[in-house]
């Protein structure tokens, strides 16, 4: 790739990791070398069996603790310990396209700063395709981004009760 763009995938509707996931199959299929730091899963879970099917083009690590349940420090230092991770692996040269999953929620919440995260922004190698996904995109990333979607909620069978089905939610 000559540019590497900036994606954003937010909003509360469901998709958002999904839509990443789509583009780093899409972006191993054409031969590229993805990076995916997922900021909040602190387990195994389908999408992870799946992906080491690409173990040679696509590499997945887990910043996370599980849900967050507010700033307590463990939280914070898996999470900005990642984000420093990441720094690293964004100007290594090994990775075409780097994914931080659920990012937004990680600023959001007070785990990482905002201004940690557009300091990461402005400082990735030109080349890298870059993809934030989750809840709460601060208005100081969007305008960053080149591309920016937003997953809208418009009816969830989760409201009726049905619970994270494997294979489908996790």
């Excluded at 990791?17 to 899409?26: M, S, V």
């Excluded at 310990?81 to 990775?95: A, M, N, T």
């Excluded at 201004?115 to 190698?125: F, V």
């Excluded at 969007?142 to 418009?154: H, N, R, Y």
Aim: charged fraction near 30%; hydrophobic fraction near 40%.
């Amino acid at each position: 790739m000559k540019k590497g763009y900036i994606h954003v995938y937010t909003g509360n509707g469901k998709g958002k990791t999904t839509a990443a996931l789509g583009l780093a199959l899409r972006a191993a299929g054409a031969g590229l070398r993805v990076f995916i730091a997922q900021f909040i899963k602190s387990r195994r879970c389908s999408e992870h069996r799946a992906l080491e099917r690409f173990k040679d083009l696509i590499t997945v690590k887990l910043y996370g603790t599980g849900f967050i349940k507010g700033k307590e420090k463990e939280e914070i230092r898996a999470a900005r310990r990642g984000l420093e991770e990441v720094r690293g692996i964004i100007h290594s040269g090994d990775y075409e396209m780097v994914i931080l999953d659920e990012i937004n929620i990680a600023t959001h919440s007070g785990l990482i700063s905002t201004e940690d995260l557009l300091d990461l922004i402005e400082n990735k190698p030109s080349r890298v395709e870059l993809v934030l996904t989750g809840r709460y995109a601060d208005a100081r990333i969007i305008k960053k981004a080149d591309l920016v979607t937003e997953m809208k909620d418009i009816k969830h069978y989760y409201k009726q009760g049905v619970r994270a089905r494997k294979g489908i939610e996790k």
